[in-house]
């Protein structure tokens, strides 16, 4: 079983900064990826950040620029700097990890948080 709990979001006004967690635990053989999505209200999910185990990022083009994805492998966590908020970043933020749980099977999983919420006022 594995959990993924995400936490850190809230109310910043535009041009604001807030920095989102999200931790992995439960049994964990080795995370090969993990990443950042958001939703917001009528639309569809989108990814936005991700990170691979050998640190390699990407970010989506909303967010290019302005969002830094970060890992602590030793924590299996994985930060989300956002800067330069803006009220198109409002959204329910999901963290996403890619999972192998036992080394005998090399088989990864997807696991989900259930999300927290950013709210960029204007």
């Known amino acids: 079983q594995v959990q993924v709990v995400e936490s850190g979001g809230g109310l910043v006004q535009a041009g604001g900064s807030l920095r989102l967690s999200c931790a992995a635990s439960g049994t964990i053989f080795r995370i090969n990826a993990m990443a950042w999505h958001r939703q917001a209200p009528g639309k569809q999910r989108e990814v936005i950040a991700s990170?691979?185990?050998?640190?390699?990022?990407s970010y989506g083009d909303p967010v290019k620029g302005r969002f830094t994805i970060s890992r602590d492998s030793s924590k299996n966590t994985v930060y989300l700097q956002m800067n330069s908020l803006k009220p198109e970043d409002t959204a329910v933020y999901y963290c996403?990890?890619?999972?192998?749980?036992?080394?005998?099977?090399?088989?990864?999983?997807?696991?989900w948080g259930q999300g927290t919420q950013v709210t960029v006022s204007s």
């Open positions: 990170i691979t185990i050998d640190d390699n990022t």
């Open positions: 996403e990890a890619d999972v192998q749980v036992v080394r005998a099977v090399a088989i990864s999983s997807h696991y």
